[in-house]
C-alpha cells in the first residue's frame, strides 16, 4: 500500500502547515538522505519520506544503522523523516519533541511507552535487558540550511511487527508494535498518528512552551536515575539525572556539581554498576 495515498496519512498533512507532501518507498538508504536531497532539489519543507526498510540508516554518534534482519521473511518496520523549517529559540528540544510523537503513535496502538533520555522509545518487557526495558522505536535528528533556511530533519524508526522473528545479539533487547498489542498493526494509522503528533510536538518545543516540558518530564524515566551518559570525543558523565534544562539539556549531578548534557547515549545504571 502507497501510505502517500492513505486517506488518513493525507488528512493530517492537509491539517498542519507544517507538513507539506509524503514520498513512501519500499527501499533506500536512508530517509533522512533521500529528505535532504528532495529538499536540496526544491520540495518543500514539510516533506514526509517513508520507506519500508533501510539499507543504510544511521544511529546516534555517526553509528550506522542497518536493518539487519530485514528480507522476504523478516520484520516490519517503518522508517519516517518529515524535513521541518524551524524557528524559535529552543531547537534543542526538537528531538525530545520527536520521542514524545512517536509515543503518543505508540500509546495510540494500546502499548505504553516511555522515554530514555533524548528520545529512545521504550516499553517494559518481561526478559529484556537492562532492567526489563525493550527498544521500540529510535530517532535521529540532523539540522540542515537549505536555501537559506534552517531545517530539522526528523528521523524516525519504529518496529512495526517482529512476531516470530528471532533475535541476534544486536537485536536482542528491541520489541515490536504487534508483539505488545498481540496483534497486527495498521501501518497507516501509525504514520498518520506519528505525524500529527510531531507537527504538534515540535511547534510547542521551539516556542519553548511549560506545557511540552512538562509532558517529556512526565514521559521520560531517566528523570532521577542514576545514569552513564556516553558522549562522543569526551569522557562519560556519570551520577544522578535531576533535570532536563530548556534547551533539552540532561542535567546530571556529579561528584564536582551538576553538569548539563547536550548529547550522548545514556545508560541506566543499576546498584551494582554504580
Do not use: F
Not at 160 to 184: C, M, N
Not at 213 to 224: E, K, P, S
Amino acid at each position: 500500500m502507497d501510505l502517500a495515498t492513505d486517506d488518513r496519512v493525507r488528512a493530517v498533512v492537509a491539517t498542519h502547515g507544517a507538513l507539506s507532501a509524503v514520498e513512501h518507498v519500499e527501499e533506500v538508504g536512508s530517509t533522512n538522505d533521500l529528505a535532504l536531497r528532495r529538499l536540496r532539489q526544491g520540495a518543500a519543507p514539510g516533506l514526509v519520506v517513508v520507506a519500508d526498510r533501510q539499507t543504510a540508516g544511521r544511529g546516534r554518534r555517526g553509528r550506522r544503522w542497518i536493518d539487519h534482519l530485514d528480507g522476504p521473511d523478516g520484520p516490519a518496520n517503518l522508517a519516517v523523516t518529515v524535513g521541518l523549517a524551524v524557528t524559535g529559540t529552543r531547537l534543542g528540544r526538537v528531538p525530545l519533541a520527536a520521542g514524545l510523537a512517536v509515543r503518543a503513535a505508540v500509546r495510540r496502538q494500546g502499548v505504553e511507552a516511555v522515554l530514555k533520555w533524548p528520545n529512545d522509545v521504550l516499553v517494559v518487557a518481561a526478559g529484556a535487558d537492562p532492567g526489563g526495558e525493550a527498544k521500540l522505536a529510535g530517532i535521529l535528528c540532523e539540522h540542515h540550511t537549505v536555501a537559506g533556511r534552517a531545517v530539522v530533519l526528523v528521523g524516525c524508526g519504529v518496529n512495526l511487527d517482529w512476531r516470530g522473528i528471532e533475535r541476534d545479539a544486536v537485536s536482542a533487547g528491541w520489541t515490536s508494535l504487534a508483539e505488545q498489542r498481540g496483534g497486527p498493526v495498521d501501518r497507516g494509522q501509525v504514520l498518520a498518528d506519528l505525524l500529527d503528533r510531531l507537527a504538534v510536538e515540535v511547534a510547542r518545543a521551539v516556542e519553548g512552551s511549560r506545557a511540552h516540558r512538562d509532558a517529556y518530564d512526565a514521559a521520560c524515566i531517566t528523570l532521577g536515575r542514576d545514569v552513564r551518559v556516553e558522549r562522543r570525543g569526551a569522557a562519560a558523565v556519570v551520577g544522578r539525572a535531576v533535570a532536563v534544562d530548556a534547551d533539552g539539556r540532561l542535567v546530571v549531578r556529579t561528584a564536582g556539581g551538576d553538569l548539563p548534557v547536550a548529547a550522548g547515549d545514556t545508560v541506566h545504571l543499576r546498584r551494582h554498576e554504580q
